[in-house]
């Protein structure tokens, strides 16, 4: 059992795991739709991978991995997805390509703050409801997935999971505003990119839909506006409540409570979001349910034991794989995040990195951070937040906002039809540029 989990041979729970929610939605969509079945998958490869690494003396990666990544993980997704599904934006403005472009910029800015999930579904309603009027519709939503769900996560490590699972492993909280500038250069080509593609569309519209749009206004209006305050309280909670301002949490005799006192105080500020929003308002008008989350958790519980052994493989034989390049490890995250889920990719590359011989980490001049070179944790971040906009099954909130745009009546493009006509059209030239000018 030993041999086992430190051979090739453990990838192959991880890999099946990653293959069943990369292809479950394409094949069998009905039967992936219910979480009970994705619970079962879960259970069925890490169950006896769980035992494997027991019986392979690995239990204190098993206990790290489920104890000190996992539940940190959920518990922060849970209070962002419950604080943010606390605020409702609504309202009906002029569908203008600078009223849209500003739309797409604030979430943008949004995503780094509240997620990019939070700041999608804040967004998404609004923006088809300001378009309902005009007919080209789907390059808006195209945009708003690079945008919002993806790119504009880059800031914090609220803003994308990768960077929360790259935080528990060292990255100061700060660190990532070191990304500004890729995540300017980024957001502000997609940005001019999007608002002449948006004029080119608005001059096509026929005059009574653009008539109609003028006279169907409703001003903006939000509500559930306390959630800003507990939202406020994460990222406070995330910035301050660790290891690196409270040494004490690291310390291996301290009490439970203080090892996870920033769960315990994200678990509050999501029990007084939970309390003090209106039922009115996260239930009938932002449409909450608690399916997402759930689904989420039931996965994730899977990935994070199966991902125990082939993260001991994959830091084992680093030196082996061929990547010593700050552009090996951009698109090779990059490549994997776009079709795989993008966090335990960027997990996956991190111990990748760690695992190169002393003389690779001295050739690249960089400091130390994370564990390994300040350059390779840019690039692993930045193939992992951006390459998640590729697909829809890239990131998790693409998916959602796909599914309702098209509750909304717009009709998206196909999986491959949005790949050939705007991935690999438009992203993955700025993608390249990004890596040619900063990696």
């Not at 378009?131 to 390059?139: D, E, M």
């Not at 079709?339 to 690779?360: I, R």
Request: aromatic share 14%.
């Amino acid at each position: 059992m030993e041999t086992f989990v430190h051979s090739a041979w453990s990838m192959i729970p991880f890999g099946i795991m990653l293959l069943m929610i990369a292809i479950g939605p394409l094949v069998a969509e009905k039967w992936w739709e219910s979480n009970i079945n994705k619970l079962i998958v879960s259970l069925f490869l890490g169950v006896p991978t769980a035992v494997c690494l027991i019986m392979g003396g690995m239990v204190h990666d098993l206990e790290h991995q489920v104890l000190f990544d996992y539940v940190p993980f959920i518990v922060l997704l849970l209070a962002l997805f419950v604080i943010t599904g606390g605020i409702h934006l609504s309202g009906d403005i002029k569908a203008k390509p600078w009223v849209n472009t500003l739309f797409l910029g604030i979430g943008y800015i949004l995503a780094s703050l509240m997620g990019t999930t939070g700041a999608a579904m804040l967004l998404i309603r609004p923006v088809i409801t300001t378009n309902q009027q005009r007919k080209h519709t789907v390059h808006t939503i195209l945009f708003f997935i690079a945008l919002v769900a993806n790119c504009g996560g880059l800031l914090t490590p609220l803003g994308d999971p990768p960077l929360f699972m790259l935080f528990l492993r060292g990255a100061p909280f700060t660190w990532f505003l070191s990304m500004l500038p890729e995540w300017a250069f980024t957001g502000a080509l997609l940005l001019i990119i999007y608002y002449f593609v948006d004029r080119y569309y608005y001059a096509k519209e026929d005059w009574t839909n653009l008539a109609n749009d003028s006279l169907e206004y409703e001003k903006l209006r939000l509500t559930g506006s306390i959630n800003f305050v507990y939202l406020i309280g994460v990222i406070l909670s995330v910035a301050f409540i660790n290891e690196g301002t409270i040494p004490q949490m690291g310390e291996e005799n301290a009490p439970l409570w203080l090892k996870f006192l920033r769960e315990i105080v994200l678990l509050s500020l999501t029990g007084l979001s939970l309390y003090t929003t209106k039922k009115e308002v996260r239930y009938t008008q932002n449409k909450f349910t608690w399916a997402p989350i759930i689904e989420v958790a039931v996965l994730f519980l899977g990935i994070f034991t199966t991902m125990t052994p082939a993260l001991a493989y994959l830091k084992a034989h680093a030196s082996e794989l061929g990547l010593n390049t700050p552009w090996q490890f951009y698109y090779s995250t990059g490549m994997l995040s776009s079709f795989l889920d993008n966090t335990p990719t960027a997990v996956a590359f991190h111990s990748v990195a760690t695992g190169l011989t002393a003389e690779q980490m001295t050739a690249f001049a960089c400091p130390i951070v994370a564990g390994i070179p300040e350059i390779l944790l840019k690039a692993i971040s930045l193939g992992a937040v951006m390459f998640g906009a590729m697909t829809y099954i890239g990131n998790g909130p693409n998916f959602m906002v796909k599914a309702i745009a098209e509750e909304s009546g717009i009709k998206m493009p196909s999986f491959f039809g949005y790949v050939l006509k705007f991935s690999l059209v438009v992203l993955l030239p700025i993608y390249i540029i990004v890596q040619l000018i900063f990696l």
